[in-house]
C-alpha cells in the first residue's frame, strides 16, 4: 500500500527530477531506487546535510560538475589475484578518485575549518585514495591513452624501424611504373596487422606472396610480396612484445591499485553517497524552497510543486490535539488537490528536499503515508468504484499506526448516501480511535455535522466565491463548506430551467444548514478582521512603551551627568583643600609644632576623603545601574517588531558571516533571510549589518516562475530525431540553459551518417550565446557525443 501511495501522490516525478540533477549515473540510479526515511532522527540528519550543501552551493563559490563515471562493476574485479584491468576501466577509477578529491575540496571550501559540522565530518572521514589516481595516472595521460614509459620506448624505436623498412620495400612496387600498372591501388593496405597490395586477378602470378584476402567481385587480390613477409614477421613479433610488456605494466598497475580495494570501496560508497545529498541541494535551490521544521502539520503558501505557475498556494494546519481533518466543499475546488499536496510534501521532507513554501511551515516524520484517491474501479477484477475504495481502506487499516498520515478522497462515495456515510463515521471512528492522522475529503452533509461532534476533529472547506461562481482554493479551517454542485453545474453549461428546477428542490431542505454556513464564514472573517486591528493596537503600544522608556532613560543619564558635574567640584575642592592644609601645616612646621595641631589636621583630611570617596561610590553604583537599564532597553529594541535590522537590510549572517538579505521577522527572535536563492530562519543575534550597506527597506521582486518551461538537462539526447526535430529540441535546451544558469551541457547525436553529428555543430557555431563546443573524451562517448560549454 505504501508503494501504491507514492505512485498516486506522484513521487516518481519528484526522484525523477532530484536524480536529474546529480553529475553521477550511480548516484541518479540510487536516488530513483530509494525511499522516503521514516525515521526521526534519519530525516534530521538527512536534511542537515542537504540543508548545508545548498547553502554550500547557493554561496556562489565556483562548484566543479565533472560526471564521476561508473565504477562499480570494477570493485570485485580487484579482489581476484593476478587480475589486469584495461586502459578504459583504469582510466576510470583514475577519474572518479580525482574527481571525487575535488568534491571533497568543494565541500569543505566554506566556513570555518574549526566548525566540525555534519556535512564536513562526513567529508573528512572519507579514505585518502590519491594514491589509486597516481598509479593510474603514471601509466595513463589526462586523455586515458598510455603514456610513452620508458619501458616501452626502445620497443616502439623498433617497430618504427621495420614499418620503414617494410615501407621501403613496398615502395619498389608502388612506385615501379613496371609494377604500378598491376595494382588496382597504389596506396598499400593491411590485413591482420601485416603490409599487403591490392593486384588486379588477371595479374596474380606476376608478384609472387602470400594471398590474404580477395575481393567480394573476385576482381582484386591482396597479397604480401615475398620481400615483405619477413619484415612483417619481424613486425608482429615486436608488436606481440609491446603488448606482453603493456600487459605487465597494467597487471602492476593492478596490483597497486589492488592493495587500496577496502580504502577505494569506501570512498567510492561515501563519493556516491555525497553526490546524492548535492543532487538533493541543487533540486532544493533550484525550486527556492524552504527546509519544513520538525512540529505540527503546518504548511505555510504551500504550492503543489509539480502543477508550475497554475498550482495555488494553500495554507492547512493540524494544530495541538488535532488528528483528523474533514474537508468539504465544492468540486473543482482543490479538495484532492490538498490531499495530493499534503502528502506530496511530507514524502518530500521525508526524502530530504527543500519545499516550495513560506518559512513557517513544518511537518511530523510519519512511518508511512497511505492514501485512497481516484477512481480505480476494474472490470477485470469485478470491481466497483465503491469496491475498489474499501479495498484499499481495509489495507490502510491493517498498516496504518499512530505515526502514520491517512488521506482519503471522496470517503463513503459510489453508494448509497445514507449508507456510505455510516460506514464513513465508522471508518473515522476506527482511525481517531487509534490516533491516526487523518486528512478526508467528502460530499456528505453527516460527515460536517460530524467533524462538531467529536474531539480532535476539525472541519475545514474550500473557500467559493458566490459572485464569480468559482473557486478561491483558499482552505478555510474550522468551518465546512457546501458542495455548490448547483452553482458549478450552471457554470459548467446546465440549461438555465434544470437548473431553477434543481434550486426548487433544494430550496426547502437545505436552507437552514446554508445559512448556518454562511453565518460560521462570516464570522470567521470577524475574528481574522479583530485580530488583525488587535495586532496593530500591540505594535502601536509596544512602540509607545519604547518612546517611554527612551526617554526616562534619557533623563536618568542626564541625572547622572550633573551628579558627575557635582563630583567634579568636589574632587576639585578636595584639591585645593589638600593644597591649603599643605601650606598650613608648613607654616605649623615653621612655628611652633605641637601634637594637637597635627592631629586635627589629619583628621580634616581624612573625613574629606571619606566624603569623596562615598560620592564616588554613589555614582558607581548609579552608573552599573544605568547601565544595566541601557541594556535592557537593547534588549528589547531588538525584539523582532522593533530590531535594528529592518526588512530588505543587507546582512552578514550565521557563524560564517555569509552576505544575504533580511526579509522578514521569524518567530522566536529570528529572521528569514535570503542567502543567494536560498531563503532560512537565522536566529537575530547572529545578524550583522553589512558594513556600508543600505539598511532600510527595499522592494523584493519575485522572481520569474519558469516552471512552465522544460527543465535544462545536463545530457540531452538526439538520437532518433530528424535534423531538423534535433535542433528544435537543442534550441530548446539552450533557452532553459541559458534561464537556469546552467552553463555546460552534453549533446548525444551518435555517429551514423554524420548528418546530425555536423548539423548540431553548424548550430552551435552561430548561437551567440555559445562559447566552446567540441567533441567527448572517448570513454565519455567520442565523436557521437559534443560538450557545450555557454559564455557566462
Not at 47 to 69: F, M, Q, W, Y
Not at 303 to 327: E, S, W, Y
Not at 335 to 362: C, D, I
Not at 435 to 451: D, F
Amino acid at each position: 500500500m505504501y508503494e501504491k501511495t507514492l505512485s498516486l501522490l506522484e513521487f516518481d516525478a519528484i526522484r525523477r527530477k532530484v536524480a536529474e540533477a546529480a553529475a553521477s549515473a550511480e548516484a541518479a540510479d540510487r536516488i530513483r531506487a530509494e525511499l522516503p526515511r521514516r525515521k526521526p532522527q534519519d530525516v534530521a540528519e538527512l536534511k542537515a546535510l542537504v540543508s548545508e550543501t545548498a547553502v554550500r552551493i547557493a554561496s556562489g563559490d565556483e562548484e566543479k560538475r565533472d560526471p564521476l563515471p561508473s565504477i562499480a562493476f570494477l570493485l570485485p574485479k580487484l579482489d581476484v589475484d593476478g587480475t589486469s584491468l584495461e586502459v578504459d576501466e583504469a582510466f576510470a577509477l583514475g577519474l572518479f578518485v580525482e574527481r571525487g578529491e575535488t568534491l571533497k575540496r568543494w565541500l569543505l571550501g566554506g566556513g570555518s575549518p574549526e566548525e566540525i559540522t555534519p556535512l564536513r565530518k562526513l567529508v573528512l572521514e572519507m579514505p585518502d585514495c590519491a594514491a589509486v589516481s597516481r598509479a593510474v595516472f603514471r601509466v595513463l595521460d589526462k586523455e586515458g591513452n598510455l603514456r610513452d614509459l620508458p619501458e616501452f620506448q626502445e620497443i616502439n624505436r623498433r617497430i618504427r624501424g621495420l614499418a620503414r623498412d617494410a615501407d621501403t620495400l613496398i615502395a619498389r612496387y608502388t612506385q615501379s611504373e613496371e609494377t604500378r600498372r598491376l595494382l588496382q591501388s597504389a596506396v598499400p593496405s593491411q590485413r591482420d596487422g601485416r603490409i599487403v597490395l591490392a593486384i588486379k586477378a588477371n595479374f596474380r602470378g606476376r608478384i609472387k606472396g602470400i594471398v590474404h584476402e580477395v575481393s567480394a567481385t573476385g576482381q582484386t587480390l591482396f597479397i604480401e610480396p615475398e620481400e615483405v613477409v619477413e619484415k612483417n614477421n619481424e613486425i608482429l613479433i615486436e608488436r606481440r612484445k609491446l603488448d606482453a610488456e603493456i600487459l605487465r605494466i597494467l597487471r602492476n598497475m593492478t596490483r597497486d591499485i589492488a592493495e587500496h580495494r577496502q580504502a577505494l570501496g569506501d570512498f567510492h560508497e561515501a563519493a556516491i553517497y555525497l553526490e546524492t545529498i548535492r543532487a538533493r541541494a541543487r533540486y532544493s535551490v533550484e525550486t527556492k524552497g524552504c527546509f519544513a521544521g520538525l512540529g505540527n502539520l503546518v504548511l505555510k503558501k504551500a504550492r503543489h510543486p509539480l502543477l508550475g505557475p497554475q498550482a495555488a498556494p494553500i495554507d492547512f494546519a493540524m494544530h495541538g490535539d488535532t488528528r483528523t481533518v474533514i474537508i468539504t466543499g465544492p468540486n473543482t475546488g482543490g479538495k484532492t488537490a490538498t490531499l495530493k499536496t499534503v502528502g506530496l510534501f511530507a514524502l518530500m521532507n521525508q526524502f530530504g528536499l527543500a519545499l516550495p513554501a513560506e518559512e513557517g511551515t513544518s511537518l511530523p516524520v510519519f512511518d508511512g503515508l497511505y492514501a485512497d484517491i481516484g477512481d480505480e474501479q476494474s472490470l477485470s477484477q469485478s470491481l466497483s468504484t465503491f469496491s475498489a475504495h474499501m479495498t484499499n481502506i481495509a489495507a490502510i487499516i491493517q498498516a496504518a499506526t499512530e505515526r502514520s498520515l491517512v488521506l482519503l478522497d471522496e470517503l463513503g462515495s459510489g453508494t448509497d448516501p445514507e449508507e456510505g456515510s455510516a460506514i464513513a463515521m465508522a471508518i473515522l471512528d476506527h482511525f481517531i480511535e487509534k490516533k491516526v492522522r487523518l486528512i478526508t475529503t467528502t460530499h456528505h452533509g453527516v460527515l460536517k455535522n460530524y467533524g462538531y461532534t467529536r474531539e480532535n476533529v476539525e472541519n475545514a472547506s474550500v473557500e467559493f466565491d458566490a459572485r464569480t461562481l468559482s473557486p478561491t482554493y483558499r482552505i478555510l479551517m474550522g468551518i465546512p463548506g457546501e458542495s455548490r454542485a448547483v452553482d458549478v453545474a450552471a457554470r459548467n453549461g446546465l440549461q438555465a430551467d434544470i437548473i431553477a428546477h434543481a434550486r426548487s428542490y433544494l430550496a426547502d431542505r437545505s436552507s437552514d444548514v446554508s445559512a448556518l454556513i454562511a453565518g460560521l464564514k462570516r464570522k470567521q472573517q470577524e475574528l481574522e478582521a479583530g485580530e488583525a486591528l488587535r495586532k496593530q493596537e500591540e505594535t502601536r503600544l509596544r512602540e509607545e512603551r519604547r518612546k517611554a522608556d527612551l526617554k526616562a532613560l534619557r533623563l536618568r543619564q542626564k541625572e547622572a551627568e550633573l551628579k558627575a558635574g557635582a563630583v567634579g567640584n568636589l574632587r576639585r575642592l578636595l584639591d585645593e583643600s589638600r593644597k591649603t592644609l599643605e601650606n598650613l601645616v608648613r607654616e605649623v612646621r615653621e612655628g611652633e609644632l605641637t601634637k594637637e595641631k597635627t592631629r586635627k589636621v589629619k583628621e580634616f583630611l581624612r573625613e574629606l576623603e571619606e566624603a569623596a570617596a562615598f560620592q564616588d561610590a554613589g555614582l558607581e553604583e548609579e552608573a552599573q545601574v544605568l547601565a544595566e537599564e541601557s541594556r535592557r532597553f537593547e534588549a528589547d529594541a531588538m525584539k523582532p517588531v522593533f530590531s535594528k535590522i529592518s526588512p530588505g537590510a543587507e546582512v552578514l549572517a550565521g557563524a560564517y558571516k555569509r552576505p544575504g538579505v533580511a526579509l522578514r521577522p521569524d518567530k522566536k527572535d529570528s529572521w528569514i533571510v535570503e542567502i543567494g536563492s536560498l531563503r532560512m530562519s537565522v536566529p537575530e543575534k547572529d545578524l550583522r549589518p553589512l558594513p556600508g550597506a543600505k539598511t532600510g527597506k527595499k522592494p523584493v521582486i519575485a522572481p520569474p516562475d519558469l516552471a512552465s518551461t522544460a527543465p535544462a538537462q545536463f545530457e540531452i539526447s538526439l538520437r532518433g530525431m530528424r535534423l531538423d526535430e534535433a535542433l528544435d529540441a537543442l534550441r530548446r535546451q539552450l533557452d532553459a540553459a541559458v534561464l537556469s544558469g546552467l552553463q555546460e551541457f552534453s549533446v548525444v547525436h551518435g555517429k551514423g551518417d554524420g548528418i546530425l553529428q555536423r548539423g548540431v555543430h553548424e548550430f552551435l557555431k552561430v548561437q551567440p550565446q555559445v562559447a566552446d563546443y567540441y567533441f567527448s573524451r572517448p570513454e565519455l562517448g567520442g565523436f557521437g557525443r559534443t560538450e557545450v560549454v555557454l559564455k557566462l
